[in-house]
């Protein structure tokens, strides 16, 4: 009995070659979720490393020597230091991980290897989820949980050798066995206010809107289908023509961009508002600051400031998904009384640009003299009549981008319009600016709520008028007015990619409520909503001790639940007995209860006796009870069976 | 004094005074059922280094606020910790019915053959005993045969035994100590080469058999017959030789092996010399019968007889 506690290898030295299959799926697995984000080549490389290993020692069995290891090593080293300029970091840290796994997998032979690295490939599926935690990726980085946990438990010395995907059935039962528990201790884990080391700012995966416009630039975000964010109103949904939210105004145009102007803050914005609407908002993450309103807000959202001109920026950036609750005006006079400064600014344009434009300005304003109406009027009827159209790849634009657009290409998107209309109308002397954000969306019916894609991103002019404040008028409404009735997909026609089209987009659509719900209660579960947790139970802030004492509460009771199956043993009880009780229970409903002394024959001839009609049955019933009990020393499972199926099947009718 | 002595040395201190933690128990009866007053369960070194990996993910997810890994880790911990549950339930119930042991000389391993039973399967079950492990699975009644090393005729009690398993995943291990009340008997080790039995009344004997012929049957001719025994009218009709078996006692073959004749050696000696012709006259397929100080043992020939015998050198003082 010395050194019990060693763990004794003498049989297993040397693992077998499923479990170095497992070991090799498990791999696959983890290198295969991380493929979005290493090198195509380094991605290529690492699973032709992986099949070579497993070819090797399938037919050629043996270690990878010695000498081969430290070469490789160093060719994964400096290819992940060639490709990311340095060795840590999140994304040159993962691809190195991959890297030593499939490393180790050269030299895994004994089980404490194959443990080993089953472990860290553990590790590395929770590491791929850092960099996209959807819902999809989450289930697909789960089901790379099996191979790994099969890797262990094959290699146990059990004497079954089932086949492979049966061998993985257990590790999914056991997975669907923890979830329980696993949600359990999700939501009660105590989040972190703040983090403990370093800052969460990531890398922006998507560009989301930009700070500034340049139309003659092709704006990838217009093709880019990934949700923005959801919107949830009190009450029904404004109509789709009025759905505009807004994001960023832009003040200065130098002819070429447009850049936003920081205005000034305001506790509350200058707005007169007839009829308000209140919604909430769950903002995909974009790495800046601004948060989508609808229309015009009337004050900012909590951790964020509103600016006169109705731009709300959040204090930090949005590097997750972001909650909150708003209110807009849609019926509003917007800052009915415009100072002179800002008058000016909204009149600046660049000099020596787009000749042909302030002609045109200057012909309407003698035109119609002082009716800015008029002229607005004008501008939308050109865009209207004189050939304009839509298309999100339209021709370069030269040096008076304005002009070139007005008056040769007359093709654009929807920032060639907006920007080409404010120029004019400032050129004409109205006060103008550009707005960009989104218009449109999906309204989920069943989920009551409102999608806003990337592609749903739009420009548009706000023209300040006498009397009724800034005004919005989209001109790309009167080029294409289904962009703005049906939504962008419609009014890009066939420019979009296949699955954009027709019943796919709208499945995708539909499918989107469970996104909507991940996002919700798993991603956006922060340590905001988790202290908001108890509410329901009239604890409206659940501190982090309250937390940690309600999870220790919760996992006490699953254990003792783990407990009880652990200990539970089947009843030895006799089924044979067990189905004489039944037929009793059955008996005494209708009437003829069992006495004390009377044995299983004589209580049996008795219910015949009392239930005539039944007395075949029961004679049956009688005698196979009889014979299974004295026939013979071991009754027969067959005749068992039976005797049970008759009692299962026995209907007692009541007496009359 | 090594590290590995210490802890000999400790673990025996242990056992001997705390009975209680350490389950030195005194032998038990069988049937043993295992429970779970007597299973132990620990994390296994990979089952620590794992939980420290679960702790790492968790901190790591929390601190980067990301709910998907966080959900993972809840996942595996909360699958490690069932893990353990498993593994418990694996031995829990696990039942002992009875041993039984081959027969073996002193110096030769002894398989010894323990009946387990289970109400539901169990798998990957280790059994430790000494030195040696033994995998099984069981699956509602299971023998498993080890081998344990003998040193000494006589009575030797099954060492402590330890039950154990990791399943399902090698996080946890959990184990139980069986104590059986059981001994097996090893036989003595017969000598390698000595004289044979001295016989003083095989002449005799076989003179008065000669007498009485008394003719039972018909065999095939083997080498060493004499020729006065061969039928030769019935040989001739048949394709070789027969010989006329008489029904004699067979005295002529009889040993009275005794253990009074043998002077002048000592007693391991004379047992071993004993166990020695014992071997011889099985294998000549002879009668014979045995003298011991504690015991006569009559004329009788045969496995079940030899294995008599030899058990009743074996317990010999």
């Given at each position: 009995m010395t050194s019990w506690w060693r763990t004794k290898h003498h049989a297993y030295e040397r693992i077998n070659d499923r479990t170095f299959d497992l070991l090799c799926i498990t791999s696959a697995f983890v290198l295969a979720v991380h493929a979005g984000h290493l090198a195509i080549w380094l991605t290529l490389a690492l699973f032709v490393a992986l099949g070579l290993r497993w070819w090797q020692r399938r037919y050629r069995p043996g270690r990878v020597p010695g000498w081969l290891k430290v070469p490789m090593l160093a060719f994964l080293v400096g290819a992940v230091v060639l490709d990311y300029g340095n060795l840590f970091g999140r994304e040159p840290g993962s691809a190195l991980a991959a890297g030593l796994l499939v490393l180790k997998l050269s030299e895994s032979e004994a089980p404490r290897d194959a443990r080993v690295a089953a472990a860290f490939a553990c590790f590395l599926l929770m590491a791929a989820l850092l960099f996209g935690q959807g819902m999809v990726a989450t289930l697909v980085v789960a089901l790379g949980l099996l191979p790994a946990l099969t890797t262990w438990r094959s290699l146990e010395p059990t004497q079954t050798s089932p086949t492979l995907p049966r061998q993985l059935l257990p590790a999914l039962g056991l997975l669907v066995a923890s979830m329980p528990l696993a949600l359990t201790a999700f939501v009660l884990v105590p989040r972190l206010s703040t983090p403990l080391w370093g800052n969460n700012s990531q890398s922006a995966a998507h560009t989301g809107l930009s700070d500034h416009m340049s139309p003659n630039e092709f704006n990838e975000l217009l093709t880019d289908d990934t949700a923005a964010m959801r919107v949830s109103f009190d009450g029904p949904p404004p109509p789709q023509d009025q759905r505009y939210f807004r994001a960023f105004v832009m003040w200065n145009y130098d002819g070429h961009d447009w850049q936003r102007s920081e205005q000034p803050v305001s506790t509350s914005i200058p707005v007169e508002a007839a009829r308000t609407i209140s919604y909430h908002i769950s903002l995909e993450p974009t790495h800046q600051h601004v948060l989508p309103t609808l229309d015009v807000p009337l004050a900012a959202p909590l951790q964020s400031q509103a600016h006169t001109d109705g731009e709300v920026l959040a204090d930090k950036p949005v590097d997750e998904v972001r909650e909150y609750e708003l209110r807009s005006a849609v019926n509003y006079r917007f800052q009915p009384n415009l100072d002179i400064a800002t008058r000016m600014h909204a009149l600046q344009l660049p000099d020596g640009f787009d000749p042909r434009t302030h002609a045109l300005a200057e012909q309407w304003r003698q035109r119609y003299g002082h009716d800015n109406a008029a002229i607005i009027r004008a501008a939308l009827n050109m865009f209207h009549n004189d050939g304009f159209s839509y298309t999100l790849l339209p021709a370069p634009l030269g040096r008076d981008a304005v002009d070139d657009f007005l008056f040769n290409t007359h093709e654009g998107f929807c920032e060639h319009y907006a920007s080409a209309f404010t120029v004019l109308m400032r050129a004409a002397g109205i006060p103008a600016r550009v707005v960009t954000g989104f218009q449109g969306g999906f309204w989920n019916k069943i989920g009551q709520y409102l999608l806003v894609r990337n592609a749903d991103a739009h420009a548009w002019s706000e023209v300040w008028l006498e009397g009724r404040g800034w005004v919005r008028i989209d001109p790309t409404a009167a080029v294409r007015p289904q962009r703005i009735s049906q939504g962008a997909a419609s009014a890009a026609g066939n420019q979009l990619p296949w699955y954009q089209e027709g019943f796919l987009e709208s499945m995708r659509n539909q499918w989107d409520i469970v996104n909507r719900w991940w996002n919700q209660s798993v991603i956006g579960f922060d340590a905001l909503r988790q202290r908001g947790l108890l509410t329901p139970f009239g604890i409206r802030d659940a501190d982090i001790g309250l937390l940690t004492r309600l999870l220790v509460i919760c996992i006490t009771a699953f254990g003792a639940l783990g407990l009880a199956w652990a200990l539970w043993r089947r009843p030895e009880g006799d089924p044979a007995l067990a189905a004489l009780r039944s037929l009793e229970r059955k008996l005494a409903h209708a009437g003829v209860v069992r006495r004390r002394s009377e044995g299983p024959q004589h209580f049996l001839r008795r219910a015949s006796r009392a239930l005539p009609g039944q007395r075949v049955e029961l004679d049956h019933l009688m005698r196979c009870y009889i014979e299974l009990r004295y026939a013979t020393v071991e009754p027969s499972t067959e005749s068992l069976r039976t005797f049970r199926q008759a009692v299962r099947n026995f209907h007692p009718r009541r007496m009359v | 004094m090594s590290v590995r002595a210490q802890w000999q040395r400790l673990q025996h201190w242990a056992e001997r005074r705390l009975p209680a933690l350490t389950r030195h128990r005194r032998q038990e009866d069988l049937p043993i059922e295992l429970h779970r007053r007597r299973i132990y369960i620990v994390p296994t070194g990979f089952g620590m280094a794992f939980t420290l990996l679960l702790l790492v993910m968790m901190v790591g997810s929390l601190n980067y606020s990301n709910n998907a890994g966080l959900l993972l880790t809840c996942l595996l911990g909360a699958a490690t910790s069932i893990s353990m549950l498993v593994a418990f339930r694996t031995l829990n119930?696990?039942?002992?019915r009875g041993v039984r042991a081959g027969h073996a000389v002193a110096g030769e391993p002894i398989d010894v053959t323990f009946d387990f039973e289970a109400r539901h399967a169990r798998q990957a079950v280790r059994l430790d005993i000494g030195e040696a492990t033994q995998a099984f699975d069981v699956k509602e009644r299971t023998d498993v045969t080890v081998s344990i090393p003998t040193e000494h005729r006589g009575w030797l009690s099954i060492p402590r035994l330890r039950v154990w398993t990791t399943w399902p995943m090698g996080l946890f291990r959990a184990w139980s100590w069986v104590n059986p009340h059981y001994a097996v008997l090893v036989w003595p080790r017969p000598e390698i080469t000595g004289p044979g039995p001295t016989l003083p009344l095989e002449d005799h004997r076989r003179q008065r058999l000669h007498v009485g012929e008394d003719l039972a049957s018909l065999r095939d001719y083997r080498s060493g017959d004499s020729m006065r025994h061969v039928a030769w009218k019935a040989s001739a009709r048949h394709e070789n030789l027969l010989v006329k078996d008489?029904?004699?006692?067979?005295a002529n073959q009889e040993w009275r092996l005794d253990w009074r004749h043998l002077r002048g050696l000592d007693n391991e000696a004379r047992i071993a010399r004993l166990a020695r012709w014992l071997g011889d006259a099985l294998a000549q397929g002879r009668q014979w019968s045995l003298w011991l100080p504690s015991e006569a043992i009559g004329i009788g020939g045969g496995p079940s007889h030899y294995a008599r015998c030899m058990s009743a050198l074996a317990v010999l003082p």
């Amino acid at each position: 009995m010395t050194s019990w506690w060693r763990t004794k290898h003498h049989a297993y030295e040397r693992i077998n070659d499923r479990t170095f299959d497992l070991l090799c799926i498990t791999s696959a697995f983890v290198l295969a979720v991380h493929a979005g984000h290493l090198a195509i080549w380094l991605t290529l490389a690492l699973f032709v490393a992986l099949g070579l290993r497993w070819w090797q020692r399938r037919y050629r069995p043996g270690r990878v020597p010695g000498w081969l290891k430290v070469p490789m090593l160093a060719f994964l080293v400096g290819a992940v230091v060639l490709d990311y300029g340095n060795l840590f970091g999140r994304e040159p840290g993962s691809a190195l991980a991959a890297g030593l796994l499939v490393l180790k997998l050269s030299e895994s032979e004994a089980p404490r290897d194959a443990r080993v690295a089953a472990a860290f490939a553990c590790f590395l599926l929770m590491a791929a989820l850092l960099f996209g935690q959807g819902m999809v990726a989450t289930l697909v980085v789960a089901l790379g949980l099996l191979p790994a946990l099969t890797t262990w438990r094959s290699l146990e010395p059990t004497q079954t050798s089932p086949t492979l995907p049966r061998q993985l059935l257990p590790a999914l039962g056991l997975l669907v066995a923890s979830m329980p528990l696993a949600l359990t201790a999700f939501v009660l884990v105590p989040r972190l206010s703040t983090p403990l080391w370093g800052n969460n700012s990531q890398s922006a995966a998507h560009t989301g809107l930009s700070d500034h416009m340049s139309p003659n630039e092709f704006n990838e975000l217009l093709t880019d289908d990934t949700a923005a964010m959801r919107v949830s109103f009190d009450g029904p949904p404004p109509p789709q023509d009025q759905r505009y939210f807004r994001a960023f105004v832009m003040w200065n145009y130098d002819g070429h961009d447009w850049q936003r102007s920081e205005q000034p803050v305001s506790t509350s914005i200058p707005v007169e508002a007839a009829r308000t609407i209140s919604y909430h908002i769950s903002l995909e993450p974009t790495h800046q600051h601004v948060l989508p309103t609808l229309d015009v807000p009337l004050a900012a959202p909590l951790q964020s400031q509103a600016h006169t001109d109705g731009e709300v920026l959040a204090d930090k950036p949005v590097d997750e998904v972001r909650e909150y609750e708003l209110r807009s005006a849609v019926n509003y006079r917007f800052q009915p009384n415009l100072d002179i400064a800002t008058r000016m600014h909204a009149l600046q344009l660049p000099d020596g640009f787009d000749p042909r434009t302030h002609a045109l300005a200057e012909q309407w304003r003698q035109r119609y003299g002082h009716d800015n109406a008029a002229i607005i009027r004008a501008a939308l009827n050109m865009f209207h009549n004189d050939g304009f159209s839509y298309t999100l790849l339209p021709a370069p634009l030269g040096r008076d981008a304005v002009d070139d657009f007005l008056f040769n290409t007359h093709e654009g998107f929807c920032e060639h319009y907006a920007s080409a209309f404010t120029v004019l109308m400032r050129a004409a002397g109205i006060p103008a600016r550009v707005v960009t954000g989104f218009q449109g969306g999906f309204w989920n019916k069943i989920g009551q709520y409102l999608l806003v894609r990337n592609a749903d991103a739009h420009a548009w002019s706000e023209v300040w008028l006498e009397g009724r404040g800034w005004v919005r008028i989209d001109p790309t409404a009167a080029v294409r007015p289904q962009r703005i009735s049906q939504g962008a997909a419609s009014a890009a026609g066939n420019q979009l990619p296949w699955y954009q089209e027709g019943f796919l987009e709208s499945m995708r659509n539909q499918w989107d409520i469970v996104n909507r719900w991940w996002n919700q209660s798993v991603i956006g579960f922060d340590a905001l909503r988790q202290r908001g947790l108890l509410t329901p139970f009239g604890i409206r802030d659940a501190d982090i001790g309250l937390l940690t004492r309600l999870l220790v509460i919760c996992i006490t009771a699953f254990g003792a639940l783990g407990l009880a199956w652990a200990l539970w043993r089947r009843p030895e009880g006799d089924p044979a007995l067990a189905a004489l009780r039944s037929l009793e229970r059955k008996l005494a409903h209708a009437g003829v209860v069992r006495r004390r002394s009377e044995g299983p024959q004589h209580f049996l001839r008795r219910a015949s006796r009392a239930l005539p009609g039944q007395r075949v049955e029961l004679d049956h019933l009688m005698r196979c009870y009889i014979e299974l009990r004295y026939a013979t020393v071991e009754p027969s499972t067959e005749s068992l069976r039976t005797f049970r199926q008759a009692v299962r099947n026995f209907h007692p009718r009541r007496m009359v | 004094m090594s590290v590995r002595a210490q802890w000999q040395r400790l673990q025996h201190w242990a056992e001997r005074r705390l009975p209680a933690l350490t389950r030195h128990r005194r032998q038990e009866d069988l049937p043993i059922e295992l429970h779970r007053r007597r299973i132990y369960i620990v994390p296994t070194g990979f089952g620590m280094a794992f939980t420290l990996l679960l702790l790492v993910m968790m901190v790591g997810s929390l601190n980067y606020s990301n709910n998907a890994g966080l959900l993972l880790t809840c996942l595996l911990g909360a699958a490690t910790s069932i893990s353990m549950l498993v593994a418990f339930r694996t031995l829990n119930g696990l039942r002992i019915r009875g041993v039984r042991a081959g027969h073996a000389v002193a110096g030769e391993p002894i398989d010894v053959t323990f009946d387990f039973e289970a109400r539901h399967a169990r798998q990957a079950v280790r059994l430790d005993i000494g030195e040696a492990t033994q995998a099984f699975d069981v699956k509602e009644r299971t023998d498993v045969t080890v081998s344990i090393p003998t040193e000494h005729r006589g009575w030797l009690s099954i060492p402590r035994l330890r039950v154990w398993t990791t399943w399902p995943m090698g996080l946890f291990r959990a184990w139980s100590w069986v104590n059986p009340h059981y001994a097996v008997l090893v036989w003595p080790r017969p000598e390698i080469t000595g004289p044979g039995p001295t016989l003083p009344l095989e002449d005799h004997r076989r003179q008065r058999l000669h007498v009485g012929e008394d003719l039972a049957s018909l065999r095939d001719y083997r080498s060493g017959d004499s020729m006065r025994h061969v039928a030769w009218k019935a040989s001739a009709r048949h394709e070789n030789l027969l010989v006329k078996d008489y029904e004699q006692p067979q005295a002529n073959q009889e040993w009275r092996l005794d253990w009074r004749h043998l002077r002048g050696l000592d007693n391991e000696a004379r047992i071993a010399r004993l166990a020695r012709w014992l071997g011889d006259a099985l294998a000549q397929g002879r009668q014979w019968s045995l003298w011991l100080p504690s015991e006569a043992i009559g004329i009788g020939g045969g496995p079940s007889h030899y294995a008599r015998c030899m058990s009743a050198l074996a317990v010999l003082p």
